[in-house]
Structures are given as structure tokens and as C-alpha cells.
């Protein structure tokens, strides 16, 4: 294992492919008993097998050789990986009722008008900015966009979630701006069927935010579009 792992710093795949498949007994062990969640055994393999590549290649990077500490490593990363997948399953959302699918319907088309002006209003920072970026004789040389969504339950005085969208143009090169408004159905298979495909915040506040029917008590939605304007000087 310590030849395998001082490939696998050399960036070699093959060596962290035999790695895994030398401690899939180990990784299946963990997997196994989380089966009482009701989760699908493969589905928590697959969850565990990546937490164990999470700390492999966190282990590599240190440039050690050494294998001491690796492996508490990956026992802490395999745990939070199957908490996470888990405790996410155990807070789905029950549809129910008839009232539940028409809330759903109504909030995907209220999150979908929403994704449209928020692209609209980050289109038009955009043009903005790469204005200035063009003009030599600007102030700006790097900007950065934000669009955040806070969701607020009744009586609530803090966000219960908050999706965050990130635009960044930085050393000359952009990022692509996210996922809103891209034209895709972002239905998962335990999701009910609505009128029209899900919009992506719909996506992101039931599969992502971990309300489970709490989703139903949401009572405010907050959008903020944060610019920042950027210039940094190299003494």
C-alpha cells in the first residue's frame, strides 16, 4: 500500500483504482451498516468508496510517503459521506396530498419567473463590467457577481437556506455563471411530476437545503445580487 500510495502522489489512477479495489471490504463494511437507513446498498458503496478517495488524495498531497494517519483519515471521510447521504434521505419530502403537489406547482413557477430576472438583472452587471475591463483607463480589473436566495419559514429570523450563484472574471478569464435558466428539467426520480419540468431552485431547495416537509412552511423568499468591483496593485 505505501508503493501504491507513493504512486498515487505521482498522479498515477491505475494505482488509486487497485488501492480502492484492495480495500473494498473495508469500504463495504461501512456501507453495510448504514443499510437499516433504507437507502439502496450500491448507493451507499458508492458514497463510501468516495469518501475513502476523498482522504486517499488528501493523504497523497501531504508528500509524505507514509501511511500513518491514512487511514483514521479515511474512516472520518467514509463516516461524513454516509451521514451526509443518509441524513439527506431521511428528511425527503412526503407528497401526500393533493394540496402539496399544488404548492410545488405554484412555487416551481415563482422560482422559475424568479431564475429568469435574476439572469436578466446578472446580463446586464455583465455587460457593464466587461466594459470597464476593456477600458484601459478603468478602475476595475477583476469583478466578482453573487445572486443569493434566502429562504425564511414562518416566524423565522434567520434563513432556513440559502442558495448561492457565483460570477467570477479574474486574470482575464471567466466562469460560467451557474445553472439558472439552462433550459433543463431538473426532476429527480423521487421528485412527484409537476405541470412544468423543475426550474434548477426548485431542484436545489429540495434536494440540496435538507427542509424536508418543512419546506411547506416557507414564508418569505429573500434575492439579493451582490457586485463587487475589483483592483488589485502588485507592489
Given at each position: ?90 428528511h ?109 431552485l ?20 429573500w ?13
Amino acid at each position: 500500500e505505501k508503493t501504491l500510495l507513493k504512486k498515487i502522489q505521482l498522479g498515477d489512477k491505475v494505482a488509486l483504482l487497485q488501492l480502492v479495489m484492495l480495500n473494498m471490504p473495508y469500504i463495504i463494511s461501512f456501507a453495510q451498516r448504514e443499510q437499516h437507513q433504507g437507502l439502496p446498498l450500491t448507493d451507499l458503496i458508492d458514497t463510501a468508496m468516495h469518501g475513502f478517495i476523498v482522504a486517499v488524495e488528501k493523504e497523497a498531497n501531504k508528500k509524505t510517503g507514509e501511511l500513518d494517519g491514512m487511514y483514521k483519515q479515511m474512516h472520518i471521510a467514509i463516516e461524513d459521506a454516509l451521514k451526509d447521504i443518509t441524513q439527506t434521505y431521511s428528511h425527503r419530502i412526503k407528497y401526500d396530498s393533493p394540496k402539496r403537489i399544488a404548492y410545488l406547482n405554484s412555487l416551481n413557477r415563482l422560482l422559475k419567473e424568479k431564475e429568469q430576472q435574476i439572469v436578466e438583472r446578472v446580463n446586464e452587471y455583465l455587460m457593464q463590467m466587461k466594459d470597464k475591463i476593456n477600458d484601459k483607463d478603468s478602475f476595475t480589473k477583476d469583478y466578482e457577481l453573487e445572486a443569493e436566495v434566502q429562504y425564511y419559514l414562518k416566524n423565522g429570523s434567520n434563513p432556513s437556506h440559502i442558495y448561492q450563484n457565483h460570477f467570477r472574471y479574474e486574470n482575464g478569464q471567466e466562469d460560467i455563471f451557474g445553472l439558472l435558466c439552462d433550459g433543463e428539467d431538473w426532476r429527480e426520480s423521487y421528485m412527484p411530476e409537476l405541470n412544468e419540468p423543475y426550474c434548477y431552485l426548485l431542484h436545489d431547495l429540495i434536494d440540496h437545503s435538507r427542509l424536508g416537509n418543512k419546506l411547506f412552511s416557507i414564508s418569505t423568499i429573500w434575492i439579493d445580487i451582490h457586485l463587487r468591483d475589483q483592483h488589485c496593485i502588485g507592489l
